[in-house]
């Protein structure tokens, strides 16, 4: 009964911990494929490897 209660609990930090880093992400468009959402230090786009603009 123990692993009935475990599973829900760790799916939510899970889910919680997703959507921090979600929020983390920039709006930086890809100009190659059009992928929006970067990492804030992201040089290059994780879908297509293209430089993003304003990199460093």
Partial sequence: ISGI???????????????RADR???TIICP????ERHDPDARHCKAC?????GGK
């Fill in 49 to 53: 490897g293209e430089s993003l603009p």
């Fill in 5 to 19: 209660i475990l599973i829900p609990f760790q799916a939510a930090r899970i889910f919680r911990t997703w959507m």
């Fill in 24 to 26: 983390e992400k920039k």
């Fill in 32 to 35: 190659g494929c059009g992928l």
